[in-house]
């Protein structure tokens, strides 16, 4: 049996637990970063890099993303498309990630080569011991240290231990104490596909199907010609309404008035893959004695947008001041790390705040159904609606929500009549 000792143990190498690792050690903090996969891997996500992931990056190393795209590994994504069940649309172009620059705020790159750029990063970084292939099963606080325990009986010994490990970790779930609520939990499939025809080349589109809500389908355009495809749907519906997403998916691309016509010459590139999402919509304990959860498996993704990667970046920039603090006190505690449990929840509280008002409403079919009238109206009326653009970029959504000026601009303050 191995045994490995260290200040800081971070278990997951996805954007969470890698830029928690590289911003500590920009801090001169080493860590040890470990992963059951060898990179690089795939991994099931709508593949979109915006606002303040971009900010973060940039920390990390200013050139990271012009780099990739110069490569050709990420493009640009100007805006998104979103349609109604009625199939009209309603366009929400991206601002510039900076005021007066026109720099993009938004980038579509897949997680195998995004992911794996940043383990790249880890790996020649001196502070940062990367470990591939190390399959952690169990973490125990004992005598006031983290033991990660791997399958094969090796363990990691670690003052503070940063479990980044995803939604659908047993890990996260255990430290936690986590339960699998339906109502706060969805599932997600992905494909990609190649030669698929994309009328606007550069933008997102999202389609919010009678079926799936809260939920929909989601065409990511990538580099080389591909487009991500991925169904999303809250559990408590897929359930109820036993939706197989794999079925669902393909009978969209066959049967779909919009979908069968751009699909009639594409390719599966791949297997379709799936995964649970741990949403925002209920407020989870990430912090305890002597450990943090960060990104997804700290329950953190938007159920609108199906978009975890700002939150989980956000939440890997405030663990690595606050494991910083941590380590200068030399105190792991539950009472002093539950400062960093206040913090992250207050930096992504605007961003998941629009899921947690809508969702308790989906629970109703009527409501849903309402919903749905009001999408198929708005869209029918206008191609852009600067309603629906404020309410993206509003610093304050209950602010807006409450407003009955937001409606009248919403249904009556239409910028055109045009849905082309």
């Given at each position: 049996m191995e045994q490995l000792k260290t200040k800081v143990c971070i278990v997951g190498a996805g954007p969470a637990g890698t830029i928690t690792s590289l911003l500590l050690s920009k801090r001169g903090i080493k860590s040890i970063l470990i992963d059951k996969h060898f990179f690089p891997r795939h991994k099931a996500c709508a593949d979109c890099i915006t606002g303040n992931t971009l900010r973060i990056l940039k920390e990390i190393d200013p050139t990271l993303i012009e780099g990739l795209a110069e490569k050709e590994e990420a493009i640009r994504i100007k805006g998104v498309y979103a349609y109604s069940s009625s199939f009209n649309k309603v366009k929400v172009p991206f601002k510039s990630l900076e005021k007066?620059?026109?720099?993009?705020?938004?980038?579509?790159?897949?997680?195998?080569?995004?992911?794996?750029?940043?383990?790249?990063?880890a790996k020649k970084d001196a502070n940062i011991q990367v470990i591939e292939g190390y399959n952690a099963t169990n973490i125990s606080i004992v005598n006031n240290k983290a033991i990660i325990k791997e399958r094969d009986g090796n363990e990691i010994i670690a003052d503070l231990v940063v479990v980044a490990s995803g939604s659908n970790s047993?890990?996260?779930?255990?430290?936690?104490?986590?339960?699998?609520?339906?109502?706060?939990?969805?599932?997600?499939?992905?494909?990609?596909?190649?030669?698929?025809?994309?009328?606007?080349?550069?933008?997102?589109?999202?389609?919010?199907?009678?079926?799936?809500?809260?939920?929909?389908?989601?065409?990511?355009?990538?580099?080389?010609?591909?487009?991500?495809?991925?169904?999303?749907?809250?559990?408590?519906?897929?359930?109820?309404?036993?939706?197989?997403?794999?079925?669902?998916?393909?009978?969209?691309?066959?049967?779909?008035?919009?979908?069968?016509?751009?699909?009639?010459?594409?390719?599966?590139?791949g297997n379709l893959e799936g995964s649970?999402?741990?949403?925002?919509?209920?407020?989870?304990?990430?912090?305890?004695?002597?450990?943090?959860?960060?990104?997804?498996?700290?329950?953190?993704?938007?159920?609108?947008?199906?978009?975890?990667?700002?939150?989980?970046?956000?939440?890997?920039?405030?663990a690595a001041k606050h494991i910083a603090l941590a380590i200068e006190k030399k105190d792991f505690s539950a009472k002093n790390l539950m400062s960093y449990h206040d913090e992250v929840h207050a930096a992504t509280a605007n961003y998941l705040k629009l899921s947690k008002i809508v969702s308790p409403f989906f629970n109703s079919e009527i409501m849903v159904d309402l919903f749905n009238f009001c999408m198929n109206f708005l869209t029918k009326k206008s191609a852009e609606n600067e309603a629906i653009e404020d309410l993206v970029y509003t610093g304050n959504v209950t602010k807006s929500l409450i407003n009955p000026l937001f409606y009248r601009k919403l249904f009556f303050g239409l910028k055109n009549s045009s849905n082309a």
């Open positions: 007066d620059t026109d720099e993009p705020s938004c980038y579509g790159i897949s997680r195998l080569e995004f992911d794996n750029h940043l383990m790249n990063l047993k890990l996260s779930e255990n430290m936690g104490k986590f339960k699998r609520l339906t109502h706060h939990t969805a599932v997600g499939i992905r494909g990609y596909f190649a030669g698929v025809e994309m009328p606007y080349p550069n933008y997102c589109e999202l389609f919010l199907f009678r079926k799936l809500m809260p939920g929909g389908a989601y065409l990511t355009p990538l580099s080389n010609n591909r487009v991500n495809m991925n169904l999303v749907v809250r559990m408590d519906k897929l359930k109820k309404h036993d939706i197989d997403l794999k079925q669902t998916l393909n009978e969209y691309i066959e049967k779909h008035p919009v979908f069968k016509e751009r699909f009639k010459n594409a390719e599966l590139i649970t999402l741990r949403i925002g919509t209920k407020k989870r304990t990430i912090a305890g004695d002597h450990f943090l959860l960060a990104g997804d498996a700290a329950g953190l993704i938007d159920l609108i947008s199906a978009n975890g990667m700002p939150q989980a970046c956000m939440s890997a920039k405030i």
